[in-house]
């Protein structure tokens, strides 16, 4: 099975892609932070572009996206998470797909999010200083030491007000076309994800079985 989860930063979808691998024991493949893992050991232009709330040219999010894909069976499934953000980077990954003989089952948009539920919640995710863990509100521990490494989280860097604008306006131009690519090919279906985690979640497993 393979579930892929779309929509506008901070919609719930890590937060629904883990409960969703954890119910079918599927590999959670979170691009955001593998992207945020990669600059974080990189002083290249990219650190740059993240932090400002730009996307990474598409074959470079694919090529780490791939790096993962490859650890795993593609056949036994996954759930990717936060890819693809544009329409070169869904044809990348069928493309990617076709080669491996599998197609996606269910694509998955989290949708009617207001930009100020949006500002709210990402408000309080922090990262790890030391080793650019990311941990959602809820997860942040109390000490604020990283549950990884033991060292301080800060709050994420591509998580301040003027970043979050520009990645809405980024989100807007490029990422709310692959939407409709996913219409066409009749796999994507849209979640209220203004509700609760638990009612989405319920939501998206009514969708996944259905
Ligand atoms: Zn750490």
Do not use: W
């Amino acid at each position: 099975m393979i579930i892929v989860l779309i929509g506008p930063p901070g919609s719930g979808k890590s937060t629904q892609g883990h409960l969703i691998a954890n119910k079918y024991g599927l590999p959670f493949i979170g691009v955001g932070d593998l992207v945020r893992d990669m600059i974080h050991s990189d002083n290249s232009e990219y650190k740059k572009k993240v932090n400002s709330g730009n996307l990474l040219p598409d074959d470079v999010v694919f090529g780490i996206v791939k790096a993962k894909l490859d650890q795993y069976d593609t056949d036994k499934g996954f759930i990717l998470e936060g890819y693809p953000r544009t329409i070169g980077q869904a044809k990348l990954l069928d493309e990617y797909l076709l080669g491996k003989h599998c197609s996606l089952n269910c694509v998955l948009y989290m949708d009617n999010v207001v930009d100020q539920d949006i500002a709210d919640r990402i408000k309080g995710r922090y990262q790890c200083s030391n080793c650019g863990s990311t941990y959602s509100k809820e997860k942040v521990p109390s000490n604020l030491m990283c549950a990884r490494c033991g060292k301080l989280l800060v709050p994420r860097c591509d998580d301040t007000i003027t970043s979050l604008k520009c990645r809405m306006q980024e989100y807007k131009k490029k990422s709310l076309p692959v939407y409709d690519y996913y219409t066409e090919n009749k796999c994507v279906t849209a979640i209220n994800a203004s509700k609760s985690i638990e009612e989405v979640f319920e939501k998206a497993v009514q969708i996944i079985e259905r």
